[in-house]
């Protein structure tokens, strides 16, 4: 089975991206950075950029909602939106929501924004505010749509994103999921859900089903922050796995290699493969595979990273191929 399978076209979402991308490009001008594409969007602010990303946890919200366990959704779409924007550098400002329902009730939607103000307490940013919709007959009943935007800052000095930074040489670091994270859920839901009820528990993953799909997304960013100084570049893997995340930051002649035999991918990720059989390449452009920040550094900083246990999965190589995972 392929993603697409599932409903969701990698492809034609990436074709419809580049050309949303023209329009942001030529709408914003010179006030900011032509980089529409890459992990959050740039504005130029005196000696600072301001960076700002917005996302959802898609159809993860659907277990959620089949269990009625609401109070972790919103940590989930707060460390996927904080590790969007460390990837260019940034530390997180402030955080904004927008939850859409047709019929929701009301100890739901407390929960929802609970999680989303710890989750942003955790994080030290503020939560300023947001939009509440209730749209009759729209989703429904019970189903509610979560999407959140943040914005932090980075000195123009510490940017990360410029490409010339990473050479031939580097190595690829790899920092551990928790699962899932936000991604891949619409396959996973038609593979697992044929076999098995959210409450089954599997021996394979010592919890229910359940459980392991509510995993929350992790924040790596206490993780990376007080080693940034070190990073040459980030990629969080979400949608479009190791082959378009690590793409966005890969300078015109170089190219990415990911050894995937030094590491063991999560038992999740092996029963998904296994009972959809679904391609091997295939689930390493859709799932993380138990990887969730690519971290790019120079081979000679790795001692400032062996405190938070990373594996070395890959490295920088000569070329223009984009990205193998071998």
């Given at each position: 089975m392929l993603y697409k399978d599932a409903g969701v076209d990698i492809d034609s979402l990436n074709l419809v991206r580049k050309g949303i991308g023209k329009h942001v490009t030529k709408t914003f001008g010179r006030r900011t950075r032509s980089e529409y594409g890459l992990f959050g969007g740039i504005y130029s602010i005196d000696s600072d950029f301001l960076i700002s990303s917005c996302d959802s946890v898609g159809t993860k919200i659907l277990i959620a909602c089949a269990t009625g366990i609401h109070n972790t959704i919103g940590a989930d779409l707060v460390n996927h939106c904080v590790n969007d924007i460390l990837t260019t550098g940034a530390l997180p400002l402030f955080f904004m929501d927008y939850i859409g329902f047709s019929k929701v009730d009301r100890k739901t939607l407390v929960n929802v924004v609970s999680g989303l103000a710890k989750a942003c307490t955790r994080e030290r940013m503020v939560l300023v505010g947001g939009e509440t919709a209730q749209l009759t007959r729209f989703y429904p009943d019970g189903v509610y749509d979560l999407v959140g935007f943040v914005v932090g800052k980075v000195r123009k000095k510490d940017y990360l994103i410029p490409m010339k930074r990473i050479k031939v040489g580097d190595i690829i670091l790899g920092l551990k999921s928790s699962g899932l994270h936000t991604n891949g859920y619409s396959l996973a839901r038609r593979v697992l859900l044929r076999k098995y009820r959210l409450s089954?528990?599997?021996?394979?993953?010592?919890?229910?089903?359940?459980?392991?799909?509510?995993?929350?997304?992790?924040?790596?960013?206490?993780?990376?922050?007080?080693?940034?100084?070190?990073?040459?570049?980030?990629?969080?893997?979400?949608?479009?796995?190791?082959?378009?995340?690590?793409?966005?930051?890969?300078p015109p002649d170089c190219s990415a290699v990911i050894r995937k035999k030094t590491w063991q991918p999560l038992p999740i990720f092996r029963l998904i493969q296994n009972l959809g059989k679904v391609p091997e390449e295939e689930m390493y452009r859709v799932f993380n595979m138990g990887i969730g920040m690519c971290v790019i550094i120079d081979r000679n900083k790795l001692r400032n990273f062996k405190p938070i246990r990373p594996k070395i999965i890959g490295e920088i190589v000569k070329g223009n191929l984009g990205v193998k995972v071998d």
């Open positions: 089954s528990y599997i021996r394979e993953l010592k919890c229910t089903l359940a459980q392991e799909l509510l995993k929350v997304h992790r924040s790596y960013r206490k993780e990376i922050e007080p080693r940034l100084r070190h990073v040459k570049g980030l990629a969080h893997i979400t949608g479009g796995g190791f082959y378009d995340n690590l793409r966005r930051i890969l």
